[in-house]
T-cell receptor, first 115, second 110 residues
Framework: DVKVTQSSRYLVKRTGEKVFLECVQD?????MFWYRQDPGLGLRLIYF???????EKGDIPEGYSVSREKKERFSLILESASTNQTSMYLC??????????????FGPGTRLLVL | DAKTTQPNSMESNEEEPVHLPCNHS???????IHWYRQLPSQGPEYVIH???SNVNNRMASLAIAEDRKSSTLILHRATLRDAAVYYC???????????FGKGTRLSVIA
């Protein structure tokens, strides 16, 4: 089974802190994604990566950056956390097969509270 | 990805079949219909997908209208563990991120 793990299930940080959210997948997937999920807004894409050292902006990249130094690991960075970044963060991965049948596998999520 | 429309919520009794509808009137000929679900406090998980023909797997069945403008996810016997938000998503090509709508929140009553 594909496994996508996220470094923390729950995290509490203070405004202005630099926050690192880590995601690791064990299926040698090329693609990795970061979403955030908020009540009433659903899942929104922050950043994604098709390969090591590559990144693409999603729908809401402002206030975030990402790092993909190794294929299995995709990090989301909040340079200076703010209260409006309190949210559930979900990581996902998928193969690079450009087919309609590609499946995304999600991690369990990190619930971040910024005080 | 083309747009889909789903009811906000549905309710079912335990051990009864559930039919979750999805409208996608602007679907293109190359779009596959994917369903994901999100259990409470978990990330979304893949359920099923199809193109034109009805599909079955161990989790559910997918019934696709002949004109492909709508589809229905069928849970044959709902259990309490099926309570989740169900998302209907159209996929044109792989390598693009999934675009989630609001989905249908399914409640299952014992």
């Amino acid at each position: 089974d594909v496994k996508v793990t996220q470094s923390s299930r729950y995290l509490v940080k203070r405004t202005g802190e630099k926050v690192f959210l880590e995601c690791v997948q064990d299926m040698d997937h090329e693609n990795m994604f970061w979403y955030r999920q908020d009540p009433g807004l659903g899942l929104r894409l922050i950043y994604f990566s098709y390969d090591v050292k590559m990144k693409e902006k999603g729908d809401i990249p402002e206030g975030y950056s990402v790092s993909r130094e190794k294929k299995e690991r995709f990090s989301l960075i909040l340079e200076s956390a703010s209260t409006n970044q309190t949210s559930m963060y979900l990581c996902a991965s998928s193969t690079s097969l450009a087919t309609h049948q590609e499946t995304q596998y999600f991690g369990p999520g990190t619930r971040l509270l910024v005080l | 990805d083309a747009k889909t429309t789903q009811p906000n919520s549905m309710e079912s009794n335990e051990e009864e079949p559930v039919h979750l509808p999805c409208n996608h009137s602007t679907i293109s000929g190359t779009d596959y219909i994917h369903w994901y679900r999100q259990l409470p406090s978990q990330g979304p998980e893949y359920v099923i997908h199809g193109l034109t023909s009805n599909v079955n797997n161990r989790m559910a069945s997918l019934a696709i209208a002949e004109d492909r403008k709508s589809s229905t996810l069928i849970l044959h016997r709902a259990t309490l563990r099926d309570a989740a938000v169900y998302y209907c998503i159209l996929r044109d090509y792989g390598n693009t991120p999934l675009v989630f709508g609001k989905g249908t929140r399914l409640s299952v009553i014992a």
